[in-house]
């Protein structure tokens, strides 16, 4: 059982930056791929980033290659993404997620994924 709580939500600028962090609970973090996935008002959940176990291997969303980085630190149980020059079309709630796979696979469909956490809102004003 792993229980994820996301953070780092908040309002901001067209162009700005926010880092989101997502804290596992366990002992048994790096046994589990972590994904990113976000949700915007009428609209599907929609894949973001992934990261495998140990972070070796990382995929993104076509709409945020380039601009938002993933990456996790297995000694404090967390996984973030580093947003950068954010668009209004980014405004959504994002969810982190946790599976377990492979060493070194990532997952990039909300179905692969056993554990989410409860969202953190993202605002961008244009």
């Known amino acids: 059982q792993v229980q994820l709580v996301e953070s780092g939500g908040g309002l901001v600028q067209a162009g700005g930056s926010l880092r989101l962090s997502c804290a596992a609970s366990?002992?048994?973090?790096?046994?589990?791929?972590m994904g990113w996935f976000r949700q915007a008002p009428g609209k599907d959940r929609e894949f973001v980033a992934a990261?495998?176990?140990?972070?070796?291997?990382?995929d993104y969303g076509d709409s945020v290659k380039g601009r938002f980085t993933i990456s996790r630190d297995n000694a404090k149980n967390t996984v973030y993404l580093q947003m950068n020059r954010l668009k209004a079309e980014d405004t959504a709630v994002y969810y982190c997620?946790?599976?377990?796979?492979?060493?070194?696979?990532?997952?990039?469909?909300?179905?692969?994924?056993?554990?989410w956490g409860q969202g953190t809102q993202v605002t961008v004003s244009s």
């Open positions: 997620a946790a599976t377990s796979l492979t060493l070194w696979a990532t997952a990039t469909r909300a179905y692969e994924y056993t554990y």
């Open positions: 366990g002992r048994t973090f790096s046994s589990y791929a």
């Open positions: 990261i495998s176990r140990i972070g070796g291997s990382t």
